[in-house]
């Protein structure tokens, strides 16, 4: 059965990401590691004309936006996505594979910070548009941990013993 | 000599409102309550999502919750509403949405920033003055600090009790948001997500992990 891949930008627009994952080159990688197929949330960028994708040596389909993106997910092998922290978090959440590209015009962005840490502690892979490509090639995803769960109940512990109140759970 | 009078009168000012401070941070905790009034303060980008993961954590004590969100920022909004319309509907609790001017916008100069702050805190006045939080929950956006500046000087004044519990965002891994700076000694309580902060800020509280 065919691997497949879906490709998010968020609310962002991010062109060099689309037409990058969506050349010749990047699909023919994609194919030679078993992924058969692509789909591409492309978000405030320019429209996708999926016509000039028929010659690619595999499935493209895009939209602009979805309410949810969850369900995508979860049907992808792989995820490709921009740094957002909103995306990163969602994937990884999922317990799926994640690619971050980074948006090299975008590199004072504070976004960048958490992608960093989180490939730092071998959550996702990451690279550029320029290098995307090679990435791919070379595409090890068996070192990837999965992340753990936040402690928002620990908190929740915290500032509810801090305002005095026996604990009384919704 | 008009000069001299100014400056004497803003360096009064100055030092009765350190003292003031000072006073308020050594007085003891508010009295206990059986329920927990929260003045939520969202933001645009993740800010909101981040929000609204806290608020869901926490116990059903903690209610009503009053939002103030930024007027330009719509998609906060619209999360705000589908989530209060999908929580508990046992407790006949109404949430508000207060809408206050924005800060300060991304990239903008940091001198119309005063301006379109100080505009922004005119408003938040009354927003404060109604909602009574026990608990200004905050976690960086700009729309923050006009909230808990107007907060401050209500507990200054002896006007209106409130503890601010600020939880920094998630993409902070090395250094705090501006809003974060501010706000980092004047927090009851000040949560970070990543050790790399808590080592370099030292009263910030690390739960051992992300919070969100």
Not at chain 1, 99 to 115: G, I, P, R, S
Request: glycine residues 6%; hydrophobic residues 40%; proline residues 4%.
């Amino acid at each position: 059965m065919e691997k497949s891949v879906f490709v998010t930008v968020g609310t962002t627009s991010f062109d060099d990401l689309i037409e990058a994952i969506s050349s010749k080159e990047a699909t023919l990688a994609l194919l030679k590691k078993g992924y058969g197929s692509l789909l591409m949330q492309y978000g405030r960028g320019k429209e996708v004309d999926l016509n000039e994708k028929l010659s690619l040596p595999i499935k493209v389909d895009a939209y602009k936006y979805k309410s949810s993106i969850h369900e995508d997910i979860i049907n992808a092998d792989l995820i490709i996505s921009h740094a957002g922290a909103g995306s990163c978090l969602e994937v990884l959440g999922a317990g799926k594979k994640l690619l971050v590209v980074v948006n090299e015009k975008l590199m004072d962005n504070h976004q960048f910070e958490l992608a960093r840490k989180l490939h730092h502690d071998k959550h996702l892979l990451y690279c550029t548009c320029s290098t995307l490509v090679e990435t791919i090639t070379n595409l090890d995803l068996s070192s990837l941990q999965p992340l753990p769960e936040p402690k928002t109940e620990l908190w929740a512990d915290d500032i509810t013993a801090h305002f005095g109140l026996s604990y009384a759970k919704r | 000599m008009f000069l001299l009078v100014v400056a004497f009168m803003v360096s009064c000012l100055v030092l009765l409102a350190t003292v003031l401070i000072l006073i308020r941070m050594a007085s003891p905790k508010r009295k206990p309550t059986s329920t927990v009034r929260v003045l939520s303060v969202a933001g645009s980008g993740g800010h909101t999502t981040e929000m609204i993961r806290l608020l869901k954590s926490l116990p059903v004590k903690f209610r009503p919750t009053s939002y103030v969100v930024a007027n330009t920022d719509l998609m906060s909004k619209n999360k705000i509403k589908t989530f209060e319309e999908g929580r508990s509907s046992k407790l006949d609790d109404d949430y508000n949405i207060h809408v206050i001017p924005r800060s300060r916008e991304v990239a903008q100069s940091w001198l119309t920033t005063c301006y379109t702050t100080s505009l922004a805190i005119i408003f938040a006045f009354p927003i404060v003055w109604r909602t009574k939080p026990d608990l200004v929950l905050v976690n960086g956006p700009g729309t923050c600090i006009p909230i808990c500046f107007v907060s401050i000087l209500f507990d200054i004044f002896g006007l209106h009790r409130s503890e601010i519990i600020f939880v920094e965002s998630i993409c902070r891994v090395d250094r705090l948001s501006m809003s974060g700076k501010i706000l980092y000694h004047l927090a009851s309580k000040f949560y970070v997500h990543w050790p790399e902060l808590k080592a370099a800020y030292p009263r910030a509280i690390y739960l051992g992990g992300r919070v969100v």
